[in-house]
């Protein structure tokens, strides 16, 4: 038997980019590293409200560079980033509100199907500029992810519940509790130690951490066509 599987966390949110960064490529290290990778659903709004920081987006220098760094970032990680034509409608004003608490109930009910509900909803929001707060849209992604309309149905229901408006405020309690200031943070549970780290460009720093080898963002024999 060999080594126990280190866990990792990574939260995120579809609203963020550099969130769908990070878990593309920790989900190609997480049968290439000795890892269990928990993906969780956080509200990327709760977190920014409780740091008191604010989406780069806000601040026109950021803005500006935003659009360059997801261009060349989307080339260099394979992974199809295109920005929404009405950005701030998309990203600051409707948010996400019912597409995180959707995959919460995905997580809590049929959790294999999490990763790919949650790409789903990143290829319509990041990719192809499609809504993801309408509840056909969310139907549609969780359809295009495997999921039965039957299922997809029942989850679409129980966003509104108690029970998973709960359990994503909980877990992003806990992304503030690692002390998270935006997303995707990605938290090592190595022995005794704890580490958060913030952001998709710390992935090498993580590999040093765990004592794995990094081979970049498309390791080799990976298929990373989206």
């Known amino acids: 038997m060999g080594p126990v599987p280190r866990t990792l966390e990574l939260f995120y949110d579809v609203l963020s980019p550099y969130s769908w960064l990070a878990f593309e490529v920790l989900c190609r290290y997480k049968n290439i590293w000795n890892i269990s990778l928990q993906l969780q659903p956080t509200l990327i709004g709760g977190i920014l409200r409780e740091s008191g920081n604010q989406p ?3 601040l026109p220098h950021k803005a500006v560079y935003l659009r360059s760094d997801l261009r060349l970032l989307s080339q260099h990680h394979q992974v199809p ?45 990041w990719s192809r500029d499609e809504d993801i707060t309408e509840p056909p849209s969310i139907l549609a992604a969780a359809e295009k992810a495997g999921m039965s309309m ?6 679409l229901e129980w966003v509104s519940t108690p029970q998973v408006k709960n359990q994503l405020k909980e877990t992003t309690e806990a992304a503030c509790k690692y002390g998270a200031f935006g997303l995707p943070v990605t938290v090592a549970h190595l022995q005794d130690e704890t580490h958060m780290l913030f952001g998709s460009d710390r992935l090498e720093l993580l590999a040093h951490l765990l004592g794995e080898k990094w081979m970049g963002p498309v390791p080799p024999a990976v298929n990373a066509k989206l």
């Not at 034509?85 to 809590?108: C, E, N, P, Q, Y």
């Not at 039957?150 to 989850?155: D, F, I, K, M, V």
């Open 56 to 58: 780069p987006a806000m």
């Open 81 to 125: 980033i295109h920005f929404p034509k009405d950005f701030f409608s998309v990203i600051l004003k409707k948010g996400s509100l019912t597409a995180m608490r959707f995959l919460t109930a995905v997580k809590m009910e049929h959790p294999e199907l999490l990763e790919k509900v949650s790409r789903e909803l990143w290829m319509r929001v």
């Open 150 to 155: 039957e299922q997809a149905q029942e989850l």
